[in-house]
């Protein structure tokens, strides 16, 4: 809940804080980011699959059989935004090993801050499939925003939103844009500053996960 808006979760999980703490350290290097990053995914992933609708099937268990609950309909589709979303991919994947896994390429302009599309791929039929964006970072929302602009145009309906830092603006943004969209957050960082960069957040994603830069 984010005023009063039931389909924005922050997650404000003890574990996520502290794991957090530990990739906002400049002096955290690309391997232990990395590996953090894919656990904080994971975590913010068992709230947003909470959800998931369940069938029962009959299971013949020692000691007789019984109807048991299975995850029902079509495999899951778990969409990063290019690049950085990438690094929250493995996480999700523990959770839904056979979730299949769709790609979006976006990049900011340095000088604008507007997103640029470079690839699309989704798994195919996506309008069937439960769809989970995946991005560390929600600045301006631009990326989101189009992502998900991209998505639909595709025919994709059921979407959710999982970051671990959002700023603010960038959620007021989403959820303008896409009311349907469920949002998931790690952690509501204070503002943006004059690059549209996260304050406190925790650097540029994309170049901490791959060790560019
Ligand atoms: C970062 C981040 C988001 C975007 C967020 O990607 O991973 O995709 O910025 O900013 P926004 O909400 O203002 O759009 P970036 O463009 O730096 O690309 P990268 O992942 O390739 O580093
Ligand atoms: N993208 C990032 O990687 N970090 C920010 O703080 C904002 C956008």
Redesign the pocket.
Known sequence: MYNGIENITICDHPLIKHKLTMIRDKNTGTNEFRAIIEEIAMLIGYEALRDLALEEVPVETPIETAMCPVIAGKKPAIVP?????LGMVGGLLKLMPAAKVGHIG???DEET?E?HEYFCKLPSPIEQRRIYVV??????????VDAIKLIKQRGGKDISFLCVIAAPE?IEKLHAEHPDVKIFVGNLDRQLNEK?YICPGLG????RIFGTK
């Open positions: 935004i290019l690049r950085a979303g976006m990049y900011r801050f997103p991005d560390p970072m929600l600045a301006t929302g631009g990326s989101a960038g549209a540029d994603a994309g170049d």
